[in-house]
T-cell receptor, first 115, second 112 residues
Framework: GAVVSQHPSWVICKSGTSVKIECRSLDFQATTMFWYRQFPKQSLMLMATSNEGSKATYEQGVEKDKFLINHASLTLSTLTVTSAHPEDSSFYIC???????????FGSGTRLTVV | AQSVAQPEDQVNVAEGNPLTVKCTYSVSGNPYLFWYVQYPNRGLQFLLKYITGDNLVKGSYGFEAEFNKSQTSFHLKKPSALVSDSALYFCAVRTGNTPLVFGKGTRLSVIA
């Protein structure tokens, strides 16, 4: 079945630094990937849609200069949290469109803690 | 705009009893409906989907859901709950190739 690998699974960083999260489709090509953010005990909120070879489409209220998305190949999308602050601490999950899983396969998520 | 409502934050059920997790939706056009399960600090695992066809959909781990167009509902059910079913359950909807829109989630607790 379709597998999406997300790395790292958890990361702790200092305020002001940047953190990169990778999302890879292992056995299929994904022209579109999605990045979600999940606050504790809350639902997943779509942050942006990542399109291979073009700029990402950000949801209203998401700062594109803070959450940099790059989708340089059909199997890799990255989310970089720039100049991280404690309020950026959250669980980030990527998703890629694939057949066989309702069309969308999710990564295992990344727990970001900014101290 | 698409939206999903999961009216219950928490559902408690005894092991062996049937369980239901409720979901209603609002979309323009034909809905594609999904259920996912999430364990602590993990991503989402696909359970089942409704795209078209039979209103009763059977999925992974003995779960099923019934699409009811008139009531705009897609409740998740299982005839006999297991302790290992305890997790966070999300209902989601999309139309066409739009991103998934999720409900707020329902925490299921199965008590031995």
């Amino acid at each position: 079945g379709a597998v999406v690998s997300q790395h790292p699974s958890w990361v702790i960083c200092k305020s002001g630094t940047s953190v990169k999260i990778e999302c890879r489709s292992l056995d299929f090509q994904a022209t579109t990937m999605f990045w979600y953010r999940q606050f504790p005990k809350q639902s997943l909120m779509l942050m942006a849609t990542s399109n291979e070879g073009s700029k990402a489409t950000y949801e209203q209220g998401v700062e594109k200069d803070k959450f940099l998305i790059n989708h340089a190949s059909l199997t890799l999308s990255t989310l970089t949290v720039t100049s991280a602050h404690p309020e950026d601490s959250s669980f980030y999950i990527c998703s890629a469109r694939a057949e066989g899983s309702g069309g969308y396969t999710f990564g295992s998520g990344t727990r970001l803690t900014v101290v | 705009a698409q939206s999903v409502a999961q009216p219950e934050d928490q559902v408690n059920v005894a092991e062996g009893n049937p369980l239901t997790v409720k979901c209603t939706y609002s979309v323009s056009g034909n809905p594609y409906l999904f259920w996912y399960v999430q364990y602590p600090n993990r991503g989402l695992q696909f359970l089942l989907k409704y795209i078209t066809g039979d209103n009763l959909v059977k999925g992974s781990y003995g779960f099923e859901a019934e699409f009811n167009k008139s009531q705009t509902s897609f409740h998740l059910k299982k005839p006999s709950a297991l302790v290992s079913d305890s997790a966070l359950y999300f209902c989601a909807v999309r139309t066409g190739n739009t991103p998934l829109v999720f409900g707020k989630g329902t925490r299921l607790s199965v008590i031995a």
